[in-house]
Structures are given as structure tokens and as C-alpha cells.
């Protein structure tokens, strides 16, 4: 299976990056290959100061050896070896009627003294980030998960819609990162799914990615937008910045296990402001905005 599900976020790096790049039409995604020093390694590929998107990164990686201290006290096991590999990528678009997304789909096996696997389960999903709200295109990235989830079990979309909801909430601000998406961790063999099954569902989301936010983007990116709104934009993206570094697990993670810096942190937008005590206009679209993340919405 880990070699299978590697061989898929591969490709679809491959088939993203080539996507996002027909979008934006003059920049190319950089890659660089790295190793791990503990065991493994990843492919990333940043895109920077394009016509479309200000900054982005695809990456994938997989990594291997001994569980760390913190990992086997927040899995409550002792010592054990891991292997874990996932494609996870972020993008930042230039304009501020176009939304951020996020995404990732990742594996985890755990392995006893004798190598054989203890554990194993896929994790991951996608959300939206925008500055300005257009409801037609959360319904449409929703839509999109809701398609993707249907084709497999018809309660996986209210059910994984709402751990994204919980997942994706900046708690010491009382209000969601985004408009949401999916979020699912710890798929593992049930009576009703294999590994086979969760590995089918799980690559059904990423194949689905392209179609979810891509319309949205040609839709968007050539609307014009004044310097008050670039503004919004980058006050936004200071709370995205907050929940990156304060609540991500996927973060926490790449840093306790020794995963490259660079990588882990391509999520962070490259203009960002913290104005202090800032609250939107009355009756403004940034209110808007603001009063549909206090209170998560049914979009599909």
C-alpha cells in the first residue's frame, strides 16, 4: 500500500503543478529534492510571482525510522518504526477575489520489532480560504467534495465536512480559518472498509482536486481589486499565518520529526500585515465575510 499511494501523489503533483501552471500562464513551479538525514525524503516544487499566483507550493515527501519521543507520546506507544508519505500543497493567489486553498492526502504505517505493521491508516482533505465571499463558489468547491464523497459512502460528506469545520477553527479567535471542505484522519480497516477501499476513496478526493478550485480561480482572477482590498487580504492571511503556526498538526508534525523547514513552511503567504484591534465596516463585504466564519455554513 505505501508504495502504491506513493507512486499516486507522484503523479498527481505532477498533474497539479501542470494544472496550476496552465492557470497562471508565465511562472513555472521550482522543485527541489531533499533527503531526510533520519530516513527519506521529498520532492518540493514552490511557485512564486506569477501572473495569478503570488506564491504556492506542491509537495510531496516520504519519510521513514524512528518514531520520535513526541510522536510516540502523542500515538501513547513506545518505541516503534514508521513510514509516512503524503502530497500536501497551499496556494496563494494574487488577487484578493480569488480564494486560498489548501489540500493535502497522506499514509502512515507503524511497525513492530519484526517490521511487520502494526498500524496503518490515510489522512487529508481540502479547504477553501477566500477574502471575498462569492456563495456560488463555495457551493462549487463543495460540491465538488460532496460529488467525490457520494461516489463511495453518502454520509463521508456531512460527516468529514464537519470535522473540517472543527479542524479548520482558529480557536483564540472564535471564528473558521475558510469556508471549508474535508477533513478526515486515522482511516483504518473497518468492518465495512479495507485499506483497499479507504485508498480508493481517498485518491477519489485528490483527483478531484483540480475540478474544485481551478474554475473558481478562472472565474476570479482577472476581476479588479483596489489597494483597500489588497489590504483585506493580507489582514486575512495574517489569521491563516496564526492557525499554520499555532494549530496545524500537520505542521507540528513535519517540525517533531525533523521534515525540512522550507517545506513545512512554503504554507506561510509572502505579504502578510497584524493590524492591531482591527474590525471591519458595518454592512462592508469584509463584514460579510467575517459573520459566515463565526458560524459554519451547510453549502452543498
Not at 481517498?202 to 483527483?207: A, D, H, R, S
Not at 484591534?277 to 462592508?284: A, F, L, M, T, Y
Request: charged share 25%; proline share 4%.
Amino acid at each position: 500500500m505505501k508504495n502504491k499511494f506513493y507512486q499516486y501523489i507522484q503523479n498527481l503533483q505532477d498533474q497539479i503543478c501542470k494544472g496550476l501552471e496552465d492557470v497562471d500562464g508565465i511562472s513555472k513551479f521550482r522543485e527541489d529534492i531533499w533527503e531526510r538525514p533520519e530516513g527519506g525524503g521529498g520532492r518540493t516544487r514552490v511557485i512564486e510571482k506569477g501572473q495569478v499566483f503570488e506564491k504556492g507550493g506542491v509537495n510531496i515527501s516520504a519519510v521513514h525510522g524512528k518514531l520520535p519521543d513526541t510522536m510516540q507520546k502523542m500515538f501513547g506507544v513506545g518505541e516503534a518504526d514508521f513510514f509516512a508519505c503524503g502530497l500536501s500543497l497551499v496556494i496563494h493567489p494574487k488577487n484578493p477575489m480569488v480564494p486560498t486553498v489548501h489540500a493535502n492526502w497522506r499514509y502512515f504505517e507503524m511497525y513492530d520489532e519484526n517490521g511487520n505493521i502494526i498500524n496503518q491508516w490515510f489522512g487529508g482533505g481540502q479547504d477553501l480560504t477566500p477574502y471575498y465571499l462569492f456563495e456560488e463558489d463555495a457551493i462549487h468547491f463543495h460540491h465538488a467534495c460532496k460529488t467525490a464523497c457520494d461516489k463511495h459512502n453518502p454520509e463521508f460528506y456531512p460527516n468529514y465536512k464537519k470535522k473540517c469545520d472543527d479542524y479548520f477553527w482558529n480557536a483564540h479567535r472564535n471564528e473558521a480559518r475558510g469556508v471549508g471542505g474535508l477533513f478526515f484522519d486515522y482511516l483504518k480497516v473497518t468492518d465495512a472498509m479495507t485499506m483497499e477501499d479507504w485508498y480508493n476513496f481517498v485518491t477519489e478526493v485528490g483527483n478531484s482536486f483540480l475540478e474544485a478550485y481551478v474554475p473558481i480561480v478562472e472565474k476570479r482572477k482577472n476581476l479588479e481589486y483596489t489597494t483597500a482590498q489588497r489590504t483585506w487580504q493580507e489582514i486575512r492571511r495574517g489569521r491563516y499565518v496564526e492557525f499554520n503556526l499555532v494549530h496545524d498538526k500537520g505542521t507540528l508534525f513535519g517540525l517533531k520529526t525533523n521534515g525540512r523547514i522550507e517545506s513545512i513552511l512554503m504554507s506561510l503567504p509572502p505579504h502578510v500585515q497584524w493590524v492591531y484591534d482591527h474590525h471591519p465596516e458595518k454592512g462592508s463585504e469584509e463584514e460579510k465575510l467575517i459573520s459566515v466564519l463565526q458560524k459554519p455554513k451547510e453549502w452543498a
